[in-house]
């Protein structure tokens, strides 16, 4: 069994079979309390799916507002050490891409997720991949809404039942994983003092 | 329960250390740190989003290490404890959600702690093979760091913890490290204040003593300020730049260290007098201090008042405090928090535990 979490905007836990089918999954919307939700959640999914043997934990890497983000993977990391299991990472984006192709959207799409200070974070799908899971064009981008690629955009909250699935089919086919650094897009902000104000007045 | 008493882990991540920390009752089996100050120093402060991009790339493999050094096993812990507050929110929510995961995979109880009342648990803790040190209460704590001066007055680690004072601006070490960055000393400002001091004469300039004035004092006993020695310190390198005369570095690092240590100090021992209670506990990083471990001897012994230092390791932000705590309230019996809780980051140090 697959453990699956993402905290890269909602938070969200799901436990997935090694065939890609859901077996218990909870999403909370709530985008300012990750590291409240994350407990009762996890809790909840595990019971849910009665405590299965986890081999795997995957993780949603972002991008995704830095703060919720890390919560989701702290968790998974650790959860991970605990069960003895493999990391998984997978970049959020995936599991709204692949929920977009199982409406029938078409490729090429990009999903579109807030990134905060009026920026959007933005990946462009344009197939799929081995597993037949969502192929991305090039890596997510951070920037304006003006500078957002020209095509259709999908906007939706990530389901970590999805990115399990992502997960557990692209393991099956033997698709290597994401690197398991946070997508975080930006450099830490910071402002340096270089001048010293006067105080002499 | 284990022999020798709960087996406990404890994270801390409030600041820009990321501890893990294993105890069985006040036996310290592991206090692994990993500190992100390094790559703080080019910025000559913290910066919380650095914390937190660090505390994520070390939890795991400072658990690791803290379970490797301890020699235990997950499923042999009784209980899992975590820092919820006080300090920054976003390094705090990564110690939480790592300890949340912890705790309910591995299905233990968690308790979400008070990092100021952690400091304080210190003392009670021990090293292997060492004496165990006899627990002195009531005693009145002084918790000095980068991120908190605080004074506490604490009758019962579990139930009765109480603020006396704290900073109503800068925390010491932050005054330290603003300090050093006007004198041009790298950071973090305390050791490179310390050693520019060395040479220094401490009565050269008279820095003020923040809210030690007779009318502060009525409002602010027990409260410290030190923008107001910060601001001095400025003034003094501007107008003695301004005359066109070299500056004294080691006269004013070892007056401005003076003018810290003499508050710290005559307001701890203050409260002793004022409450009665004749025992002094330092905890927090500044405590690596020489000189206010020096001045706080000399000036305790003469009031009569018993001091008491934890070694170093444990007077910075560690995760072993953090499980101390948890070790006594599994002793106290104290209901765990559960898996729902948040962080705070202005926890008052009244609630030592979250529910
Ligand atoms: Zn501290």
């Known amino acids: ?93 995936d599991a709204v891409a692949l929920e977009a192709l199982r409406r029938g959207m078409r490729p090429a799409f990009a999903v579109v997720a807030d990134a905060k200070r ?49 997960a557990a089919l692209r393991r099956a086919h033997g698709v290597p994983p994401e690197a398991p650094d946070a997508r975080y897009l930006r450099s830490p902000d910071v402002t340096i003092a270089t001048v010293r104000k006067s105080v002499l007045g | 329960m284990s022999a020798g008493g709960p087996l406990v882990l404890g994270i ?25 100050v390094d790559e703080q120093a080019r910025y000559g402060g913290v910066v919380p989003e650095i914390a937190a991009r660090a505390h994520l790339e070390a939890m795991r493999p400072t658990l690791e290490r803290a379970l490797e050094t301890a020699g235990v096993r997950i499923a042999d812990l009784d209980a899992v404890a975590v820092t919820a507050g006080p300090g920054l929110a976003g390094a705090l929510m990564v110690g939480v959600g790592a300890a949340k995961a912890l705790a309910v995979t591995a299905r233990k109880p968690l308790y979400g702690v008070n990092h100021l009342v952690g400091h304080v648990t210190a003392d009670q803790l021990h090293a292997t093979g060492a004496e165990p040190v006899p627990v002195e209460l009531p005693t009145v704590a002084l918790l000095v760091s980068g991120g908190h001066t605080s004074l506490l007055l604490v009758r019962d680690l579990v139930e009765d913890v109480e603020l006396l004072g704290e900073t109503l601006d800068d925390a010491a070490g932050e005054a330290f490290d603003k300090t050093a960055r006007l004198l041009g000393l790298p950071y973090p400002g305390g050791p490179s204040i310390d050693r520019a001091a060395q040479d220094g004469d401490p009565t050269a300039i008279r820095f003020p003593r923040g809210l030690t004035a007779p009318k502060d004092r009525e409002r602010h006993r027990f409260d410290f300020s030190f923008s107001g020695l ?7 390198v501007e107008r003695t730049e301004a005359d066109g005369g070299a500056l004294a570095v080691a ?20 409260a002793c007098a004022a409450t009665g209670v004749p025992r002094l506990l330092l905890g927090g990083g500044v405590v690596a201090n020489r000189r206010l471990r020096d001045v706080a001897t000399t000036r305790a012994e003469a009031a009569g008042v018993r001091l008491r230092i934890p070694p170093f390791d444990l007077c910075t932000d560690n995760g072993a405090m953090i499980a101390g705590l948890g070790a006594r309230l599994v002793e106290a019996g104290a209901t765990p928090s559960g898996a729902g809780f948040g962080v705070d980051s202005t926890l008052p140090v009244g609630q030592v535990l979250l529910s």
């Open chain 1, 1 to 93: 069994m697959l453990l699956a979490i993402d905290t890269s905007g909602a938070t969200s836990v799901a436990v997935v079979d090694d065939d890609g089918a859901l077996v218990a999954s909870l999403l909370d919307e709530d985008v300012r309390a990750h590291a409240e939700h994350i407990g009762p959640l996890l809790e909840t999914v595990l019971e849910r799916a009665g405590r299965p043997h986890v081999d795997a934990v995957a993780y949603g890497v972002g991008p995704g507002p830095f703060t919720g983000l890390r919560v989701g993977m702290a968790a998974a990391r650790t959860a991970a050490l605990v069960l003895g299991a493999i990391e998984l990472p997978v970049l959020s984006h």
């Open chain 1, 118 to 166: 009026r920026e959007r974070f933005a990946t462009v799908y344009r197939g799929l991949d081995a597993a037949g899971m969502p192929a991305r064009d090039g890596e997510p981008a951070v920037g304006p809404e003006t500078d957002l690629p020209r095509v259709p955009h999908v906007i939706g909250a990530v389901d970590a039942g999805l990115l399990g699935v992502v």
């Open chain 2, 12 to 36: 801390e991540s409030s600041c820009d250390e990321t501890g893990v920390g294993i105890v069985r009752g006040r036996e310290v089996l592991a206090n692994v740190i990993a500190s992100s």
């Open chain 2, 230 to 236: 910060k601001t001095a310190v400025a003034r003094h």
């Open chain 2, 251 to 270: 006269d004013v690092a070892a007056s401005f260290r003076e003018a810290v240590v003499d508050v710290l100090v005559t307001k701890a021992l203050d």
